[in-house]
């Protein structure tokens, strides 16, 4: 007998500045887990992180909501003209319910969308869950000591068994 995966079809929209209080709470519930995967070491200033993010108009921030909860976060830096560096969090409770597959793929449709042919991910060899992630969206990885890179062909990948 298999027992399926709870799966939450989270709602999704782009965030604008007066979103940061939301995005710094999300950051501030995060266990040390998921705060070391995500910054790759114990950063704690979130606001001024947030902030810089969202100071840059050419930065793309994307929202998972659920109950009108934030409940995952996906930024797209701007790196140059059609590249993207991404970094997303799913707060602990909701993690391993494909949140952060739908808002990765909802951050491809809408990258694509506007032009853009590459997205850039940076981990450690230990994420299992980005990378697992990364593999269901064809990213080519590589990893060397203790970091994996991972680039998406955007103009690639077909999201749309992802997004509905
Ligand atoms: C990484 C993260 C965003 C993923 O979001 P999520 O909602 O938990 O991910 P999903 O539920 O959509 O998918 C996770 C996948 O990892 C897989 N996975 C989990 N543990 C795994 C393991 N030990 N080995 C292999 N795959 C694993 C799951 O099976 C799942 O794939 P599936 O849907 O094919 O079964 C979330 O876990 C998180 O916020 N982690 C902390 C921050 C972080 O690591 N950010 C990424 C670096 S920037």
Do not use: W
């Amino acid at each position: 007998m298999s027992i399926a995966k709870p799966l939450i079809k989270p709602e999704f929209k782009i965030l604008r500045p007066d979103n940061e209080k939301e995005v710094i709470d999300l950051y501030n519930s995060l266990s040390s887990e998921s705060i070391y995967y995500r910054f790759r070491g114990f950063f704690k200033d979130f606001e001024k992180y947030v902030r810089s993010v969202f100071s840059d108009s050419r930065n793309i921030v994307y929202g998972a909501y659920v109950d009108g909860k934030l409940v995952g976060v996906l930024e797209a830096v701007y790196l140059s003209d059609g590249c993207y560096e991404m970094a997303i969090a799913v707060r602990d409770n909701y993690q391993g319910k494909g949140i952060g597959t739908r808002l990765v793929a909802y951050a491809i449709n809408d990258l694509r969308s506007r032009g853009a042919k590459t997205l850039i991910a940076n981990t450690t060899p230990d994420n299992y869950r980005i990378l697992a992630i990364s593999r269901k969206f064809h990213g080519v990885i590589k990893c060397m000591y203790d970091e994996c890179t991972t680039i998406f062909n955007l103009q690639a990948i077909n999201v749309d068994q992802f997004l509905n």
